[in-house]
């Protein structure tokens, strides 16, 4: 008889804040456990899944520079970026809203994918290979409240909906469900609302029952967690002012141009890729960043199980009340267009102000015009790094870390590593 299993990552949820989720809490023992850095979706997530580190899993990070075209890329979806088996492969899987969903050899599989126009325009959508026609049942996917100023509940309440639909009907053996509420205000304020909490519990509550209700045991992961910063490092403005880093202006701002910088970095919340793309500066630039305030270190990625191809010269690690904002021009009459937008794949760099908004009244307007047919760009995304309050990327203090919750192993402990996980998802899927 096979095992069925459900596994619910709850982004941001740590020890500490467990108190305020009772329904994820009963699932079974609690343990703090070790992403590796940067501590970030795409790498940990990917970690999870290979049991890899990232020097061989090649996610070096939620994006990063493709040398092959001189681009910098964040939040590609392809499956077949990732360099590993990972755990579902011939297993019976629904993987619901879990990154490197595109074209995953799971049965059924939910993901964001907006259509894209010739002129520009954008049309929210998913792509649904769940059988359940889950839009039809349960309305359109509300991707307005999933990333963006209006990120909150309604997309976390809409995937635990989504999740309860596709475990009752199609009973999988292996589901996966990510729920990312958490990770909203507690970027948005340093101060993290149990309210908040409360709420995803609720949301996990739903999958639970529904998992439950098919016979399938719960574990609970989550990728990070967020710690209070109240300082930004606009690492590249600084190799900027070096004259490392090249931009191209235009109609539309500056441009990067990372082909012709000499250096450059892909910031990505507390973590940073440092790119020299000439060996004679190499020492220098990492020299130059050690001494700004907010750097805590600047260290090879060896150092870090980060070696691979794909990354950067150096890696920057911020102090742990610091993050790294992708900034690059010097004047903000000259921010590129995208800048001012939620772009977040043309944007070279993470960037949490697509979190907060300039005017509702300005986005109301750009709305109106979107209706009446006319071109838009809805630039209401603001350019104060100032405004964010919470990051992740680094190892904080266990009881503010992730952590699992789940059945102990038939042999040993729980993992305290993400690396162990896949070892672990294994064993509990074993037939009994």
Known sequence: MSSKLCILNVVGLTPALLAHA??????????????????????????????LAPRDHGIVGNGWYFRETQEIRFWQQAHS????????????????????????????????????GSDGSKVFDIIDETGCSLQQKLGPFPFASFWGPGAGLPSSRWIADAADLTIRQNRPELTL?????????????????????????????????????????????????????????????????????????????????????????VADHQLAHVYVKDPAIRDEVAKRLRAEPGIADVVPPGDLQL???????????????????????????????????????????????????????????????????????????PLDPS??????????????????????????DLPTQMTDFKAYVQDLLKPT
């Open 387 to 412: 405004l964010v309050r919470g990051s992740h990327g680094l190892h904080p203090d266990p009881h503010h870390g992730p952590l699992l919750i789940g059945p102990p192993p038939e042999r040993g």
């Open 22 to 51: 009772p329904r994820i809490s009963s699932l079974g023992t609690t343990v703090p456990w070790t992403s590796p850095l940067p501590a970030v979706t795409c790498t940990s997530q990917a970690t999870m899944l290979t049991g």
């Open 307 to 381: 070696d691979h191809p794909r990354s950067g010269d150096w890696i920057a690690l911020a102090e742990p009340d610091a993050w790294f904002a992708y900034y690059y021009w010097l004047d903000d009459a000259r921010a590129p267009d995208f800048a001012r937008s939620v772009d977040i794949h043309r944007k070279p760099g993470y960037d949490p102000c697509e979190l907060f908004m300039t005017s509702k009244l300005r986005a109301i307007a750009r709305i109106a015009q979107k209706k009446a047919g006319f071109r838009y760009r809805v630039d209401v995304i």
């Open 177 to 265: 469900v990510y729920l990312p509420h958490l990770d909203y205000d507690f970027q948005r304020f340093s101060e993290q609302d149990p309210a908040r909490v409360a709420e995803v519990d609720a949301c996990a509550g739903t999958v639970i029952d529904a998992a439950q209700s098919i016979g399938a045991r719960c574990v609970v992961v989550s990728e990070y967690g967020l710690v209070p910063v109240n300082r930004a490092v606009e690492i590249n403005r600084v190799l900027r002012r070096m004259g490392w880093l090249v931009v191209r202006d235009g109609p539309f701002g500056e441009m990067l141009m990372p082909g012709l910088s000499r250096a450059f970095a």
């Open 81 to 116: 970026l990732i360099q590993g088996e990972c755990f579902y492969e011939g297993i019976e899987t629904a993987k619901l809203f879990w990154w490197f969903n595109q074209s995953a050899p799971v049965r059924y599989s939910a993901t964001p994918k907006p259509h894209y």
